[in-house]
């Protein structure tokens, strides 16, 4: 069990680029959740992924937003056209069975200038 | 719309005291709830959790009991130590009504233990 790996850790990019970040779940976990977190919030739910089915959106994620996961492995959150409104942490988590605990990474900072 | 509410941004207690922090939330359908840990540039980790047919659950040094009937959950730490000091999230999970298990976060309380 090497825990959530997230890469990158940080991204500094300007306003109107196109930004990809990567999860890799704790392996044999087949439930992924994306999460945004702004400062002195808690996390907000974006997607969830059970194996690699997209099972459920939030309104939060726009059209400028799309997230995979192909074989049911890792995950990639794409966010393309960035507004300095996206610049948050972005956290993916995953869990082995319906109904347990997540198991958070350390998350991407995103910063859109 | 907050389904999960903490309403004390921060908390500063002595070492060796009792630390407890709260949460509320409006959500009937909520059955499981949880507490993470989180300090800075780190992602959430889990401290305990407790389901919805018990009113206390005990993991060492920390306690959450849970009131259904006012939508009220607490987290107690005793004795609080100088490493406990973190943001402490509260979360819940509509288990027995959602096939997605996601939680529902409270905004977090900071907690800092003076030696």
């Known amino acids: 069990d090497t825990g959530v790996s997230q890469n990158p850790r940080h991204k500094i990019t300007k306003r109107g680029q196109n930004v990809t970040f990567r999860c890799d779940p704790i392996?044999?976990?087949?439930?992924l959740y994306w999460y945004r977190q702004t400062l002195g919030q808690g996390p907000e739910f974006l997607t969830y992924?059970?194996?690699?089915?997209?099972?459920?959106k939030s309104r939060l994620l726009s059209d400028r937003f799309s997230a995979e996961r192909p074989k049911g492995s890792f995950s990639t959150l794409e966010i393309q056209r960035t507004e300095q409104g996206d610049s948050a942490m972005y956290l993916c988590?995953?869990?082995?069975?319906?109904?347990?605990?997540?198991?958070f990474g350390s998350g991407t900072q995103l910063s859109v200038l | 719309d907050q389904q999960v509410k903490q309403n004390s941004p921060s908390l500063s207690v002595q070492e060796g005291r009792i630390s407890i922090l709260n949460c509320d939330y409006t959500?009937?359908?909520?059955?499981?709830f949880l507490w993470y840990k989180k300090y800075p540039a780190e992602g959430p980790t889990f401290l305990i959790s407790i389901s919805s047919i018990k009113d206390k659950n005990e993991d060492g040094r920390f306690t959450v009991f849970l009131n259904k009937s006012a939508k009220h959950l607490s987290l107690h730490i005793v004795p609080s130590q100088p490493g406990d000091s973190a943001v402490y999230f509260c979360a819940a999970s509509a288990v027995g009504s959602s096939n997605t298990g996601k939680l529902i976060f409270g905004q977090g309380t900071t907690l800092q233990v003076k030696p």
């Open positions: 992924f059970q194996n690699e089915a997209q099972l459920e």
């Open positions: 988590a995953s869990s082995r069975l319906w109904g347990e605990k997540l198991f």
């Open positions: 392996s044999e976990h087949n439930r």
């Open positions: 959500n009937s359908m909520f059955d499981y």
